[in-house]
Protein backbone atom coordinates (compact mmCIF):
# COMPACT_ATOMS: atom_id res chain seq x y z
CA UNK A 1 0.00 0.00 0.00
CA UNK A 2 1.14 3.23 -0.76
CA UNK A 3 0.34 6.87 -0.63
CA UNK A 4 0.98 10.11 -2.42
CA UNK A 5 0.80 13.55 -2.17
CA UNK A 6 0.74 15.94 -4.67
CA UNK A 7 1.07 19.62 -4.20
CA UNK A 8 2.24 22.98 -5.64
CA UNK A 9 -1.09 23.91 -7.44
CA UNK A 10 -2.43 27.23 -7.79
CA UNK A 11 -3.32 30.08 -10.08
CA UNK A 12 -0.73 31.43 -12.53
CA UNK A 13 -1.45 33.73 -15.26
CA UNK A 14 -0.54 32.62 -19.28
CA UNK A 15 3.30 32.07 -19.83
CA UNK A 16 4.23 31.70 -15.96
CA UNK A 17 5.83 28.44 -13.99
CA UNK A 18 4.59 25.85 -11.71
CA UNK A 19 6.03 23.66 -9.86
CA UNK A 20 4.40 20.07 -8.42
CA UNK A 21 5.49 17.78 -5.80
CA UNK A 22 4.79 14.33 -5.58
CA UNK A 23 5.68 12.60 -2.25
CA UNK A 24 5.56 8.95 -2.37
CA UNK A 25 5.30 6.85 1.14
CA UNK A 26 4.89 3.05 1.58
CA UNK A 27 3.53 1.55 4.62
CA UNK A 28 6.36 -1.17 5.06
CA UNK A 29 9.50 0.26 6.62
CA UNK A 30 11.56 -1.40 3.79
CA UNK A 31 9.85 1.11 1.32
CA UNK A 32 12.14 2.86 -1.46
CA UNK A 33 10.84 4.69 -4.19
CA UNK A 34 13.64 3.32 -6.18
CA UNK A 35 11.76 0.54 -7.51
CA UNK A 36 8.72 2.82 -8.68
CA UNK A 37 8.00 4.59 -12.22
CA UNK A 38 6.01 7.59 -11.49
CA UNK A 39 3.72 9.47 -13.84
CA UNK A 40 2.69 12.56 -13.94
CA UNK A 41 -1.43 12.51 -15.15
CA UNK A 42 -4.17 16.07 -15.54
CA UNK A 43 -7.88 16.16 -16.43
CA UNK A 44 -9.66 19.39 -16.79
CA UNK A 45 -13.31 19.80 -16.81
CA UNK A 46 -15.19 17.61 -19.05
CA UNK A 47 -12.28 15.93 -20.48
CA UNK A 48 -10.96 12.49 -20.39
CA UNK A 49 -7.95 11.93 -18.16
CA UNK A 50 -4.65 12.46 -19.89
CA UNK A 51 -1.26 11.16 -19.10
CA UNK A 52 1.18 13.98 -19.11
CA UNK A 53 4.87 12.73 -18.11
CA UNK A 54 6.19 9.49 -16.77
CA UNK A 55 9.75 8.52 -15.31
CA UNK A 56 11.16 5.54 -14.76
CA UNK A 57 12.66 4.50 -11.41
CA UNK A 58 16.15 5.32 -12.27
CA UNK A 59 15.45 8.24 -14.10
CA UNK A 60 16.69 6.71 -17.29
CA UNK A 61 13.44 6.79 -19.29
CA UNK A 62 11.19 9.63 -19.58
CA UNK A 63 7.90 10.40 -21.52
CA UNK A 64 5.85 13.17 -22.24
CA UNK A 65 3.03 13.82 -24.17
CA UNK A 66 3.42 16.04 -26.88
CA UNK A 67 1.09 18.37 -25.72
CA UNK A 68 3.98 19.83 -23.02
CA UNK A 69 6.82 18.23 -24.73
CA UNK A 70 9.49 21.20 -24.27
CA UNK A 71 7.64 22.79 -21.88
CA UNK A 72 7.53 20.51 -18.97
CA UNK A 73 10.01 18.56 -16.86
CA UNK A 74 9.92 15.60 -14.96
CA UNK A 75 12.35 14.99 -12.16
CA UNK A 76 12.70 12.85 -9.23
CA UNK A 77 14.76 12.71 -5.78
CA UNK A 78 14.51 9.31 -4.58
CA UNK A 79 16.48 10.19 -1.36
CA UNK A 80 13.59 12.54 -1.08
CA UNK A 81 10.94 9.98 -2.09
CA UNK A 82 9.50 12.94 -4.12
CA UNK A 83 9.13 13.52 -8.06
CA UNK A 84 8.35 16.66 -9.11
CA UNK A 85 6.85 18.35 -12.76
CA UNK A 86 8.57 21.50 -13.23
CA UNK A 87 5.65 23.71 -15.64
CA UNK A 88 7.30 26.28 -17.83
CA UNK A 89 5.27 28.45 -20.69
CA UNK A 90 1.53 27.64 -18.90
CA UNK A 91 -0.90 27.85 -21.27
CA UNK A 92 -4.98 28.29 -20.27
CA UNK A 93 -5.20 24.70 -21.50
CA UNK A 94 -3.06 23.39 -19.15
CA UNK A 95 -5.66 24.26 -17.02
CA UNK A 96 -6.79 20.95 -15.11
CA UNK A 97 -6.02 18.59 -12.03
CA UNK A 98 -3.07 17.05 -11.72
CA UNK A 99 -2.36 13.64 -10.35
CA UNK A 100 0.32 11.91 -10.28
CA UNK A 101 0.74 7.88 -9.45
CA UNK A 102 2.73 4.53 -9.76
CA UNK A 103 2.89 2.87 -13.37
CA UNK A 104 3.38 -0.56 -13.52
CA UNK A 105 4.75 -0.89 -16.61
CA UNK A 106 7.86 0.83 -18.35
CA UNK A 107 7.82 4.30 -19.38
CA UNK A 108 8.79 3.74 -22.81
CA UNK A 109 5.87 1.70 -23.15
CA UNK A 110 2.84 3.75 -25.43
CA UNK A 111 0.33 2.44 -22.77
CA UNK A 112 2.24 3.22 -19.59
CA UNK A 113 -0.97 6.18 -19.55
CA UNK A 114 -3.07 2.79 -18.84
CA UNK A 115 -1.57 1.00 -16.24
CA UNK A 116 -1.01 3.39 -13.15
CA UNK A 117 -1.94 1.72 -9.71
CA UNK A 118 -1.64 4.49 -6.82
CA UNK A 119 -2.57 7.53 -6.56
CA UNK A 120 -2.83 11.18 -5.35
CA UNK A 121 -5.61 13.14 -4.86
CA UNK A 122 -4.79 15.67 -7.17
CA UNK A 123 -3.67 19.17 -7.25
CA UNK A 124 -5.58 21.80 -9.16
CA UNK A 125 -3.65 24.28 -11.71
CA UNK A 126 -5.41 27.02 -13.74
CA UNK A 127 -3.89 29.14 -15.65
CA UNK A 128 -5.83 32.48 -16.29
CA UNK A 129 -5.02 35.99 -16.51
Known amino acids: QLQLVESGGGLVQPGGSLRLSCVVS????????????IGWFRQAPGKEREGVSC????????NYADSVRGRFTVSRDNAKNTVYLQMNSLKPEDTAVYYC??????????????????WGQGTQVTVSS
Open 26 to 37: GFSSGFDLYYYA
Open 101 to 118: ATVNVACYTSTWMKDAEY
Open 55 to 62: ISSHSGTI
